[in-house]
């Protein structure tokens, strides 16, 4: 076996995006009980361990991403009191918790910065980055991933402050000692208390370039994976290997290529969420999946790392649309598109991140008016589209195609009221499928999207070359299919997916002619055949007898 055994590495995670998981007081917003109340459903879903976006004091310009404390609770997700008791009852159940760690930027409200930016000699100054220039002359010609300069001037001091997201999430100083000291003493607080790991936001940008650089043909390359970038995550990886924990790094830019040096057996973190097959800020609409990139991608990866580090496999999160809308087929082929995308990543190489609703195949949100959405980049995309002459169908057409809200709408529960979510109106819309797409409908329902996703769980658990056997790909060149086997020692398994809305019709090498037994699969009488024909959307696991 190239890799060692670890229980992260064995586990299945499921991301929880708590303001939309399960509000428990009726105020229109999931909290902290409401994830304890839904612990038994994640136990019998079959997880291992969940990620829980920010739930620290913060202004909410940016959901959470803009932490003013990071060692207090926000009031609208609950007290401390009560994530300590999720805490207890997570690790009853044999869950762990995994918590967003954002140090790469605070909020403009978070102490520090209120102090930094009283005067040029405050003792909280050098905390942040700040850089001599006139009102109508910025540093340098820098774009912000959320639009706009990343430099704000602030009167007060005639200076510019650097933020590359918000304006209200200025970057912190990387080459300040006393403020990595201060965030370290953070981060072991939260160690001390129990928890299980780290999810590290935005972690590729903490090192910036000199600002005499320009931007490549990627805008975001003056702050994204720079060189010198490993100086600080050592000091990063040094403290986390006092603990027994997990650690999944955010890292746009980082190449399969480097993807060793990041996650390996001396990598900073156990594992990064890559960018290569998902590419998060892409504001225009796409055409029809390119299945040949997505493939070509995804097996990069799967390449670069095996016996070298370690994948974390996902479709979804909050800051991308749904993956049946987006890769699939959400009106034809609903069910059959949820499992077979479901399917041809949860057998890669890595451990599988299941992003709440994922498992019961939640769709994007039909929105109708710029009213519902709320994520600060889709407004601001919205302005820019119709200052470039878009009608106002187009513009929303676009941002409503694009916005990670479509992945924000509450859990939808039951076919109750509020989706089951909440006794109020939720803070954002519910998407009107709840009738037909809903927790309650799928536990009943063998056949189910849900029931797939545990059965997958189910298998992966029970047979260690799924998780720890390594990657061959089968005809790579083919532009419907997907397949590939994993194989350890004796063991062998082979993955077939069609990731279109046609039938597609192959011819196998004679290597692969032996006899194989399905596992499992979304359509019936599947029998493997040296050479056949999978229906749309059809997908199929089997292992070799
Ligand atoms: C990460 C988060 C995203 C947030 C950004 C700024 O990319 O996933 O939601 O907006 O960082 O913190």
């Known amino acids: ?13 499921y991301q929880i995006y708590p303001a939309s998981f399960k509000d428990s007081n009726g105020d229109g917003v999931g909290d902290i009980n409401g994830i ?4 038994p459903y994640l136990k019998n879903l079959g997880i291992d361990f969940i990620w829980i976006n920010p739930i620290y004091l913060s202004p909410f310009i940016d959901n959470g991403y803009d932490i003013s404390d990071y060692q207090a609770i926000h009031p609208k997700f609950g007290s401390m009191a ?6 207890e009852e ?12 954002v140090i790469n930027h605070t909020s403009d409200q978070h102490e520090w910065f209120i102090e930094s930016r009283k005067t040029t000699d405050n ?8 850089v ?6 910025v540093p340098n010609d820098w774009q912000s991933i959320f639009g706009g300069s990343v430099w704000e001037y602030d009167e007060q001091t005639g200076q510019y402050y650097l933020h590359i997201f918000a304006k209200e999430q200025p970057d912190l100083n990387w080459e300040n000692d006393q403020l990595k000291e201060e965030l370290f003493t953070m981060i072991r607080w939260w160690l001390d208390k129990g928890v299980d790991g780290f999810r590290l936001d935005a972690i590729s940008h903490v090192k910036k370039d000199e600002y005499s650089v320009k931007a490549t043909e990627n ?10 970038i490993d100086e600080y995550l050592t000091e990063l990886k040094d403290l986390f290997d006092e603990y027994a924990i997990m650690t999944v790094g955010e890292a746009s830019g980082v190449t399969a290529q480097e993807g060793p040096k990041w996650v390996g057996e001396d990598g900073y973190f156990d594992m990064i969420f890559e960018f290569d097959h998902i590419s998060i800020w892409k504001h225009e609409k796409e055409g029809d999946l390119d299945v040949l990139n997505l493939k070509k991608s995804l097996s990069a990866w799967q390449e670069a790392l095996d016996g070298n580090g370690w994948n974390a496999l996902y479709m979804e999160n909050h800051d991308v649309p749904r993956l049946v809308s987006v890769f699939g087929d959400p009106q034809r082929f609903w069910q059959d598109s949820a499992k077979a995308i479901g399917m041809m990543y949860f057998f890669l190489q890595g451990t599988p991140f299941i992003y709440q609703g994922q498992e019961i ?9 710029i009213d519902q959405i709320n994520a600060l980049d889709s407004k601001r995309l919205h302005q820019e589209l119709l200052k470039e002459g878009k009608t106002p169908e187009i513009a929303l057409d676009i941002v409503a195609d694009t916005t990670r809200d479509n992945s924000r709408t509450p859990m939808q529960w039951s076919d109750e009221s509020y989706a089951g979510f909440s006794t109020n109106k939720p803070w954002l819309v519910l998407n009107p499928n709840f009738k037909t797409i809903n927790v309650v409908e799928q536990e009943q329902d063998d056949s189910s999207i849900f029931h797939f996703y545990k059965e997958m769980i189910r298998v992966r658990r029970e047979h260690l070359g799924l998780i720890y056997g390594s990657f061959k790909e089968y005809l790579p060149e083919h532009a419907q299919l997907y397949i590939y086997e994993r194989y350890l020692t004796e063991e062998r398994y082979l993955i077939m997916v069609n990731l279109t809305d046609e039938p597609a019709s192959y011819v196998l090498p004679t290597e692969l002619d032996t006899k194989w037994q399905l596992l499992m699969g979304n359509q019936k009488d599947q029998h493997f055949e040296i050479q056949g024909t999978l229906a749309p959307y059809e997908a199929r696991i089997y292992r070799k007898k």
Do not use: C
Request: hydrophobic content about 35%; charged content about 25%.
């Open 219 to 228: 805008p975001f390359s003056p702050f994204q994976n720079v060189s010198g």
């Open 1 to 13: 076996m190239k890799h060692t055994r670890t229980w992260w590495k064995e586990a299945v995670g």
């Open 123 to 130: 003792p909280y100054r050098d905390y942040y980055i700040w």
């Open 132 to 137: 001599d220039g006139t009102p109508d002359q």
């Open 361 to 369: 195949g939640m769709t994007n949100m039909p929105f109708e008016s």
């Open 82 to 87: 009560e994530f300590d008791a999720l805490l």
């Open 36 to 39: 304890r109340e839904k612990l």
């Open 90 to 101: 997570a690790h009853q159940l044999e869950i762990k918790i995994i918590m967003d760690l």
